[in-house]
């Protein structure tokens, strides 16, 4: 089922960096959520991605937001990122990648002119309400989307 704005949002759980169980029930009725996949902890496009939702944190609070990164890290690589960096939000650990086949963050993608199966670069904004306000099938440029979440956001609400 592909994601579609509008429609209620996947239900996931999954355990974060410190292996405390983190699902988007948890959220309902309180908080917005930007829930970002991205490849791996600590390589040049996502650290840029990370630190742009870092920077951009308290602006996302205000808009009552919380940021959930997901990738197929262990949490003790996402603690690593997490501290090198100073990233002020969870990280989440797909190891199945379950959770980014519903999302369609997993399968076919173009990796420097050559067809790879890996992690698809995207986000999925998801109102209070459980529903997908906003959804990026593929992000372009790490280092510019936190801005463009952050802009549709307050659009948006």
């Given amino acids: ?14 355990p974060d960096q410190d292996g405390k169980t983190v ?7 309180k908080k917005n959520v930007v829930l970002y996949f991205y490849p791996k ?7 840029k991605e990370a630190c742009g939702f870092r920077d951009l944190g308290r602006d996302f609070a205000r808009l009552d937001t919380v940021v959930l990164g997901v990738s197929a890290d262990s949490g003790e690589s996402h603690l690593k990122f997490i501290a090198k960096y100073k990233l002020p939000f969870t990280l989440l650990s797909d190891v199945s990648k379950k959770v980014m086949e519903r999302y369609g963050a997993w399968g076919e993608k173009m990796m420097y002119g050559q067809k790879k199966i890996g992690v698809i670069r995207s ?14 099938k593929k992000v372009p440029q790490a280092d510019v989307h936190p801005e463009k979440v952050l802009a549709a956001l307050g659009e948006l609400l």
Avoid: N
């Fill in 1 to 14: 089922m592909p994601i579609e704005e509008g429609k209620t949002a996947p239900a996931f759980s999954l």
């Fill in 23 to 29: 699902s988007l029930a948890d959220f309902k009725g």
């Fill in 41 to 47: 902890d600590d390589t040049p496009g996502c650290t």
């Fill in 123 to 136: 986000s999925v904004v998801i109102g209070k309400d459980g529903k997908v306000l906003k959804h990026w």
